[in-house]
Each structure stands twice: as structure tokens, then as C-alpha cells.
């Protein structure tokens, strides 16, 4: 079994949405994929909105803070955001390839609901094209026996 870490601020958008890319792209039975961050906010409302249009839900996803997970040794941390990669506590897993991108994140924007429907499709696509490349070369074939 493959352990996957996505890590993020407050565990409710980025991380979240990324979450369930990763579900939908592989084989739950080969590859368990967590979600947590450094603190916990709650399932942000446009995230869960916009993976329905993408035909993905996340709303039975909680909110999970990262020493949650402790007890798990993972094969990879993928940190979704900078704050998240800079202040990430120690995660004693001991060959974990660690990777970072700092994804948009839509949940800051003031604007009008066209304004933040856009921000949230934005940051979707970005993080569905990171994840499918992230599976295709990590997780593809082979790799995940």
C-alpha cells in the first residue's frame, strides 16, 4: 500500500480538491491518499461546488489536522500551499519523497460569485493537471504494484 500526504493550510480547499483528484485517478486499493493540514477550517463550500462540476465529490471529506496522521508512514508529502510548506511540523516517515507546489488559492477572493466561481475553476484545473502529471510519473504502471 502507497501512503499519500497532501498537506495544506487549513485542510479545506486546495488540499481537499487535490484529495479528490488523487481518489479518482488511482486505484484505492494499491495507493491510500490523506488530507490534512496544519490547522483545520472545515470544507470550504466553492471547493466542494466546484469538484461537482467536475463530477467529483468531496463532501464526505473532513477537515483533518496533520498529528492526526502521525502513526502513518508515507510515501509521499506533497505540501499544496507555501505557509503549509514552511511551517509543517516533522513527519517522521522515513523515505517520503517530498514535493511542493504552491497551488492559487481561491478562497481568499473578494469579489462577486462570477469573480470566485472563476477563482475556484481556476485553482481546479491547476491542481487537477499537477496531480494527473503527479500520477502519471509517480504512480503510473509498474510503480504501483
Known amino acids: 500500500m502507497i501512503n499519500i500526504l497532501v498537506l495544506c493550510t487549513g485542510n479545506s480547499c486546495r488540499s481537499q480538491m487535490a484529495h479528490g483528484y488523487l481518489n479518482h485517478f488511482l486505484d484505492k486499493r494499491k495507493v491510500m491518499v490523506y488530507s490534512a493540514g496544519i490547522e483545520t477550517h472545515g470544507i470550504n463550500p466553492g471547493a466542494a461546488a466546484i469538484m461537482k462540476e467536475d463530477g467529483i465529490s468531496i463532501d464526505h471529506h473532513t477537515s483533518n489536522h496533520v498529528d492526526e ?12 500551499c507555501n505557509h503549509a510548506n514552511e511551517n509543517c511540523p516533522f513527519i517522521p516517515s522515513k523515505n517520503a519523497i517530498r514535493l511542493h507546489h504552491n497551488f492559487y488559492d481561491p478562497s ?36 504501483v504494484a
Request: net charge negative.
Open 108 to 143: 481568499k477572493l473578494v469579489g462577486t460569485e462570477v469573480e470566485k466561481h472563476a477563482a475556484f475553476l481556476k485553482a481546479r484545473e491547476e491542481i487537477k493537471a499537477y496531480f494527473k502529471k503527479f500520477v502519471e510519473e509517480y504512480l503510473s504502471g509498474d510503480k
Open 69 to 80: 496522521y502521525s502513526d502513518v508512514d508515507f510515501d509521499f508529502i506533497i505540501t499544496v
